[in-house]
């Protein structure tokens, strides 16, 4: 039985990874015999996780018959709940967005959350497509500590009660597993799974918002920590004697190299808070107050990087922030300061870039979190 199991899970994982693909081309790849092959190709179809399409095209002999991943055989959810805004998205069982709802909020509480939650989630499931599995799973991530039982026990930048266990609300509301992650955590598997890092099998994805998150994955797994709690190197002291931070620590980096760092730095010299949106228009016109700013915003950033890359040694470190994705001068101040600071031999072994998902790279990465679960049931 055991045998079996694991010739399934091959076997679909081949197809996922390859479709549309011939029974004979499985056997050559998965090294598995023909009549093995057909018997869990039979089985696979039955559940209606995969189907056949047109013949494919003949090396000679009889033209064979194409397998497809039945990427509509169920949908998952994935939810970003960030500091200041909320991402759900609907998927199929590939990661294509299917539905998705972006909001602003401002600062909610962990009760106001669950009540907006439940609301979203709803809204989706109204307008999902039927298929043979509905709903697969619900995916979560917030910005801060998720221990490895799946709780949230420290939000830095947001007042949240942690007796406040969402993830078996949400399961008991909607009776499907729900997963709960960190959202830089989430972003680097987004990214690993459907993005930028594609491949690459060691990478740190950087995420900057409010405060930075790190989500570090090595030899294609991401990378946890004993309680879940790697990658919180936002709060890195880059300045033994620098400001007080809301973890305890003092000169964090995230204190100098973060969005809330940028604005702070700016509305000493604007009457109102500007926007993400406005500073990149502000750059665009060369407002020498804001060029300035983002040139410090990038050599604070590059601080913090050179400790990544010395430590983690990548192939590469991904950037999600608008202003750093929008703006080439920033990236290009990141650089600057990086090439400062690390030593010759390292230049030219890692890539340096921006997230190809944008805001939806952790979203993704929470509802792929909730797909891989639902088809390792199917095989473990």
């Given at each position: 039985?055991l045998?079996?199991?694991?010739?399934q899970?091959?076997?679909?994982?081949e197809?996922?990874?390859?479709?549309?693909i011939?029974r004979a081309?499985?056997?050559?790849t998965?090294?598995?015999n023909?009549s093995?092959?057909?018997?869990?190709?039979?089985t696979?179809?039955?559940?209606n996780l995969?189907?056949e399409?047109g013949?494919g095209?003949?090396?000679?002999?009889r033209?064979?018959?194409?397998l497809?991943f039945?990427k509509?055989?169920g949908?998952s959810i994935g939810i970003d709940?960030?500091?200041d805004?909320?991402?759900?998205?609907?998927?199929?069982?590939k990661?294509n967005?299917v539905?998705?709802?972006?909001q602003q909020l401002?600062?909610?509480?962990s009760e106001d959350?669950?009540?907006?939650?439940?609301?979203?989630?709803?809204?989706l499931?109204?307008?999902?497509?039927?298929s043979?599995?509905?709903?697969?799973?619900i995916?979560l991530?917030?910005?801060?500590?998720?221990?490895?039982?799946?709780?949230?026990?420290?939000?830095p930048?947001?007042d949240?009660?942690y007796?406040?266990?969402?993830?078996?609300?949400?399961?008991?509301?909607?009776?499907?597993?729900?997963?709960l992650?960190n959202?830089?955590n989430?972003?680097?598997?987004?990214e690993k799974e459907?993005?930028a890092?594609?491949?690459?099998?060691n990478l740190?994805?950087?995420?900057?918002?409010?405060?930075i998150g790190?989500?570090i994955?090595i030899?294609?797994?991401?990378?946890?920590g004993?309680?879940?709690?790697?990658?919180?190197?936002?709060?890195?002291t880059i300045?033994?004697n620098?400001?007080?931070c809301?973890c305890g620590?003092?000169?964090?980096w995230?204190l100098?190299?973060?969005?809330?760092?940028l604005?702070?730095?700016?509305?000493?010299?604007?009457?109102?808070?500007?926007?993400?949106?406005d500073?990149?228009?502000?750059?665009?016109q060369?407002?020498?107050?804001?060029l300035?700013?983002l040139?410090k915003?990038?050599?604070?950033l590059g601080?913090?990087?050179?400790?990544?890359?010395n430590t983690f040694?990548p192939?590469?470190v991904?950037?999600r922030?608008?202003?750093?994705?929008?703006?080439?001068?920033?990236?290009?101040?990141i650089k600057?300061?990086v090439?400062?600071?690390?030593?010759?031999?390292?230049?030219n072994s890692?890539?340096l870039?921006?997230?190809?998902?944008?805001?939806?790279?952790?979203?993704l990465?929470?509802?792929?979190?909730?797909?891989?679960?639902f088809?390792?049931?199917?095989t473990?």
């Amino acid at each position: 039985m055991l045998v079996k199991k694991i010739n399934q899970k091959l076997i679909l994982n081949e197809i996922v990874a390859n479709s549309p693909i011939s029974r004979a081309k499985l056997s050559e790849t998965t090294g598995l015999n023909k009549s093995t092959v057909s018997s869990q190709v039979t089985t696979l179809i039955e559940k209606n996780l995969i189907f056949e399409i047109g013949q494919g095209q003949s090396s000679g002999g009889r033209k064979p018959v194409m397998l497809v991943f039945n990427k509509n055989a169920g949908y998952s959810i994935g939810i970003d709940i960030g500091v200041d805004y909320l991402n759900c998205i609907l998927t199929d069982l590939k990661g294509n967005i299917v539905l998705e709802d972006y909001q602003q909020l401002e600062g909610p509480s962990s009760e106001d959350i669950q009540d907006v939650l439940f609301l979203k989630i709803k809204n989706l499931l109204a307008q999902m497509p039927e298929s043979p599995y509905g709903l697969i799973g619900i995916g979560l991530c917030v910005p801060g500590l998720v221990t490895t039982e799946q709780k949230v026990i420290f939000t830095p930048n947001l007042d949240w009660n942690y007796q406040l266990d969402l993830k078996p609300l949400i399961e008991q509301e909607f009776n499907v597993p729900v997963f709960l992650e960190n959202e830089a955590n989430a972003g680097a598997y987004g990214e690993k799974e459907f993005g930028a890092a594609k491949n690459y099998e060691n990478l740190v994805y950087v995420s900057v918002h409010t405060g930075i998150g790190v989500g570090i994955i090595i030899d294609n797994e991401l990378y946890r920590g004993v309680r879940g709690f790697a990658g919180e190197m936002g709060h890195l002291t880059i300045d033994m004697n620098g400001l007080k931070c809301s973890c305890g620590n003092r000169g964090c980096w995230e204190l100098y190299a973060s969005e809330k760092a940028l604005l702070k730095s700016l509305t000493k010299n604007q009457q109102e808070k500007l926007s993400n949106k406005d500073i990149i228009n502000l750059a665009d016109q060369n407002n020498p107050d804001i060029l300035t700013a983002l040139q410090k915003f990038g050599f604070y950033l590059g601080i913090g990087l050179t400790s990544i890359l010395n430590t983690f040694n990548p192939q590469a470190v991904i950037i999600r922030n608008n202003i750093v994705e929008a703006l080439p001068m920033v990236l290009n101040s990141i650089k600057n300061s990086v090439a400062s600071r690390t030593y010759q031999q390292l230049e030219n072994s890692y890539e340096l870039l921006t997230s190809s998902l944008g805001k939806n790279a952790p979203a993704l990465g929470a509802s792929s979190i909730a797909i891989e679960n639902f088809l390792e049931m199917f095989t473990a």
